[in-house]
């Protein structure tokens, strides 16, 4: 059973930067993407970043040029530098493992809030 577990939330002010880490417990196939999700309050889930084995990289508009998504495949561990943070950036992070079939693996989440 894969679990991943989110490290690295917390509160910063609006220009700051901040950097979640993810680490995926089981086996994480060459196959899998990592990535991150986030969800502000009344919001849908909605994607942020994810990352391929080989280091692909697909990011939101909304933060593409702030964020970055890295990944240490030794390690079942995917990053998230977050730069430039703007109140709008507050929500629960989530990361997750994503797998052929639309299985996907959810952590619990890590909440960013972001002061203006």
């Known amino acids: 059973q894969v679990q991943p577990v989110e490290f690295g939330g917390g509160l910063v002010q609006a220009g700051g930067s901040l950097r979640l880490s993810c680490v995926a417990s089981?086996?994480?196939?060459?196959?899998?993407?990592m990535g991150w999700h986030r969800q502000a309050p009344g919001n849908q889930r909605e994607l942020v970043a994810t990352i391929t084995s080989g280091g692909t990289t697909n990011y939101a508009d909304s933060v593409k040029g702030r964020f970055t998504v890295s990944r240490d495949n030794a390690k079942n561990t995917v990053y998230l530098q977050m730069n430039s943070l703007k109140p709008e950036d507050t929500a629960v992070y989530y990361c997750y493992v994503g797998r052929a079939y639309g299985v996907n693996y959810w952590g619990k989440g890590t909440l960013v809030t972001v002061s203006s």
């Open positions: 089981g086996t994480i196939f060459s196959t899998d993407v």
